[in-house]
């Protein structure tokens, strides 16, 4: 099923900024400085890959427009966040809690669908972050932490 809505502005890039504060990365014994890149990967959204990704995301999301709706009001998109994680070598996401009051306070919603909202913001994420990793990120270059010998 196709989502045909306007994509919305990228998300501004503002979480943690220690990225052993996300749940799926693992510290590097020594840290060198804020290596998480949020600003390189801010250009990049903007530069496209924010479209790129909704749109491919979008063509597979099984989000209804009045969810799509529910989550671009309460500010869930914008709340998206990415960065560099230098241990893996890739771009990690963050998805922001869809609350358990988003269903008492949009019509058509109910409690069981927060569960979905959660999976397509998590799709969404995955997919912004692939797209950066396959399509943006030159793994030939040294901007982000590649050399090569």
């Given amino acids: 099923m196709t989502l045909d809505v306007e994509v919305p502005d990228p998300p501004r890039l503002r979480g943690p900024q220690d990225p052993g504060d996300y749940d799926a990365v693992d510290e590097p014994e020594e840290w060198t400085g804020d290596d ?5 990967l801010a250009d ?3 530069a496209g890959a924010w479209e790129d990704a909704f749109d491919e995301w979008s063509a597979n999301a099984s989000l209804t427009e009045d969810e799509f709706r529910a989550l671009l009001e309460r ?3 914008a709340e998206l966040d990415f960065y560099w994680n230098q241990s893996a070598e890739d771009v990690g996401y963050r998805t922001p809690p869809v609350p358990d009051e988003l269903a008492s306070t949009h019509d058509g919603l109910d409690q069981s669908d927060i569960d979905d909202l959660e999976e397509a913001l998590d799709s969404l994420g995955r997919t912004v972050s692939e797209v950066l990793e396959n399509d943006y990120i030159h793994r030939d270059g040294e901007e ?5 010998d």
């Fill in 44 to 46: 990049f959204l903007d």
């Fill in 75 to 77: 500010g869930l998109f």
């Fill in 36 to 40: 998480v890149r949020r600003e390189e």
């Fill in 144 to 148: 982000f932490g590649y050399t090569w």
